[in-house]
């Protein structure tokens, strides 16, 4: 017979397998304690984890849906109309704090008519009241007027014009700075009032944005945004031409779809202002 690596090697003599190919046995006396199993005795009174584990899942199962119902208090946590999401809630608030302006004006011209009935005030005194309130914007202003309109581009709007790059979300949107500069641009041409929406501005509104909403005096906005002057309408579109920060957002509208329009309206009446004007910052100086 030939010898083979798996057969042992003996000698010419016949003295028995070579010592140098005698190997250590397959299995050490701890890898066999390691793989033998307990004993039926070991098994019934050893620690079982997995039983822990099984009674701490249906522990926490049992709070979740105590959590749940909780919460619920028998209705449709996902469905329910009364939980109203937030952009519901802004746009109910807004809704009545514009009923509240109507309220407001209505009581305003009440107390007025009866301030002028026995004010006790002279003809020059009322004339110099008179100016004061229209300047201050609380009374109707009648005119010609134009309306700018300013819009969001297309979602899926691209570049219009080449050596631009492709629009990131923010140069689709009309941003606070856009609705000031007009605004700004207006005034700057003579204007004898402003509307905002369907709102009239006076010295201390402040036009700002959230998100992609206008929120002006309390009430909250989504575009298109008008926004109508009563003045000379060509010294007004001249004034919206020059101001730097219009020439800037006209780039915006030819590349990537801003929207921008500027109508002339005729003769138009202005409402006054209706909301408080009572200053809670402000202090007279001294």
Same mark, same amino acid.
């Given at each position: ?15 028995? !397998? ?18 033998? !199993? ?62 509240? +302006? ?7 011209? =009440? ?6 009935? =026995? ?9 110099? &009241? ?47 700075? +856009? ?26 509104? *402040? ?50 779809? &801003? ?7 005729? *003769? ?19």
């Amino acid at each position: 017979m030939s010898n083979s690596a798996d057969s042992p090697r003996t000698d010419t003599t016949g003295s028995g !397998p070579d010592p140098a190919r005698v190997s250590a046995p397959e299995h050490s006396t701890a890898s066999s304690r390691a793989e033998t !199993p307990p004993s039926p005795h070991d098994r019934r009174g050893g620690f079982r984890p997995v039983r822990v584990l099984t009674v701490g899942v249906f522990a926490l199962a049992g709070l979740l849906f105590f959590t749940s119902f909780n919460t619920a208090k028998g209705t449709n946590i996902r469905t329910d109309a009364s939980l109203l999401k937030l952009s519901d809630l802004i746009q109910e608030r807004s809704q009545k704090n514009g009923e509240l +302006d109507e309220s407001n004006g209505v009581l305003r011209d =009440d107390v007025e008519s009866l301030a002028e009935a =026995d004010d006790g005030s002279t003809r020059a005194q009322d004339d110099k &009241l008179a100016g004061l309130e229209k300047n201050a914007g609380t009374q109707k202003v009648k005119g010609r007027a134009i309306t700018v309109t300013l819009n969001d581009a297309p979602p899926n709007a691209t570049a219009k014009l080449p050596g631009y790059p492709e629009p990131q979300p923010d140069y689709l949107v009309i941003h606070q700075q +856009d609705l000031q500069a007009v605004v700004n641009a207006l005034w700057q041409g003579g204007a004898q009032g402003i509307k905002v929406m369907d709102q009239r501005l006076i010295s201390t509104s *402040a036009v700002r944005c959230v998100g992609n909403t206008l929120i002006l005096q309390g009430r909250v906005y989504s575009p298109p945004y008008k926004i109508q002057a009563v003045g000379d309408p060509e010294k007004l579109q001249q004034a919206l031409a020059d101001a730097p920060a219009i020439q800037n957002y006209m780039v915006y509208v030819n590349v990537y779809g &801003l929207g921008w329009k500027v109508t002339e309206d005729g *003769a138009v009446t202005l409402p006054g202002y209706s909301g408080t004007v009572d200053l809670h910052y402000a202090k007279p100086v001294e």
